[in-house]
């Protein structure tokens, strides 16, 4: 099989890092993942997204990084590649992969990162024991294989490598249930409802956790929940920001999709009752991120 080098391979002092087989040809009807309408918009609603986190998080991550001293990082689901930058820019010893279903537009990698597409629905093309980070932010959730994924992610760690996952669940929460508005049930009815019958499991957020556990590949597992809110009604006003480019982030999400789900019943009515929902300031709705790290088993 023909295979795609990383580009600058004389990097000095570390391990090998994977060759990976030829792009496949992305098929948007074999992928559960609704493709955003207008890519160029969606690269800056994922950079937002990003932005918020790390502000929020003071940083790119949660986990131990810097004492592990990573010569290997893989990217799941980059979307525009920007934690692969950030990363490659904090580790300029390491070789950072980006893969996505989608080709990520050119923009100012340096020269330890480089992009691949790869269709994670379809394949795992990554050898054992390659990586010291594997890391997938909001791309689970999209997945039909996504506990496969997990298992295949934590084979392609080397031993004491890290594995950094970061996903959410299709639904937003309160304290009391009846604070939900309808706008905002009636879309994840429908948009759960259609995930579903795609395979995709939109509850894997909450999930990773014991899958990492029942692996027996981890000696330990860690996770951080946040909680941003719709409104600012915290006390925290970090939080509270971070809700507010989270709620951006999940109505530019969810209209972008209308193209592609409206004959299923996403109709812009429906993402309108969304919007007034999470809009509306007399209610105390969240979001709820989980944000899991675990080490590799060194034996
Ligand atoms: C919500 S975006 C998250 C992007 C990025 N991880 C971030 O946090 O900014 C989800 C990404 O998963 C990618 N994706 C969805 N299904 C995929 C698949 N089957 N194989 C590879 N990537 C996929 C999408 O193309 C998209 O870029």
């Given amino acids: 099989m023909h295979a795609v080098m990383l580009r600058h391979e004389a990097l000095p002092t570390h ?121 997938s932010r909001f791309c689970l959730v999209h997945l039909p294989n996504a506990r496969e994924i997990l298992v295949s992610a934590l084979a392609s760690l080397r031993p004491g490598g890290l594995l950094l996952l970061e996903e959410g669940t299709n639904a937003l929460f309160s304290r009391s249930p009846d604070e939900i508005p309808a706008g905002i049930k009636r879309f994840y009815e429908l948009y759960s409802g259609i995930m579903r019958a795609r395979g995709v499991d939109g509850e894997v957020g909450p999930k990773m956790l014991d899958w990492i556990r029942e692996s027996g590949a981890c000696e330990e597992v860690h996770e951080r929940i946040l909680e941003p809110p719709m409104q600012p009604f915290t006390k925290d006003d970090s939080l509270n920001c971070l809700g ?55 034996d």
């Avoid at 989608?102 to 597409?117: G, I, S």
């Avoid at 982030?249 to 929902?277: C, H, N, Q």
């Fill in 15 to 135: 391990p090998p890092t994977p060759t990976l087989p030829l792009p496949i040809t992305v098929r948007a009807q074999e992928i559960p993942y609704p493709l955003p309408d207008n890519e160029e918009e969606d690269r800056r609603r994922l950079d937002a997204g990003h932005y918020a986190l790390q502000a929020y998080l003071g940083g790119n991550y949660i986990a131990p990084l810097h004492k592990l001293r990573p010569g290997a990082i893989l990217d799941l689901g980059t979307g525009s590649g920007i934690w692969a930058l950030e990363m490659a820019a904090e580790f300029p010893d390491a070789k950072v992969l980006g893969v996505d279903m989608l080709p990520v537009v050119a923009r100012h990698a340096p020269p330890n990162c480089a992009f691949e597409v790869v269709n994670l629905a379809q394949e795992w093309p990554f050898p054992p024991q390659a990586f010291d980070v594997i890391h």
């Fill in 244 to 298: 507010e480019v989270l709620k951006q982030f999940l109505i530019k999400g969810y209209a972008s999709m209308i193209p592609r789900l409206e004959g299923e019943g996403v109709t812009r009515d429906i993402v309108d009752g969304f919007v007034e929902g999470v809009s509306d300031p007399t209610k105390k709705v969240r979001g709820r991120l989980n944000w899991v790290w675990a080490r590799k088993k060194v």
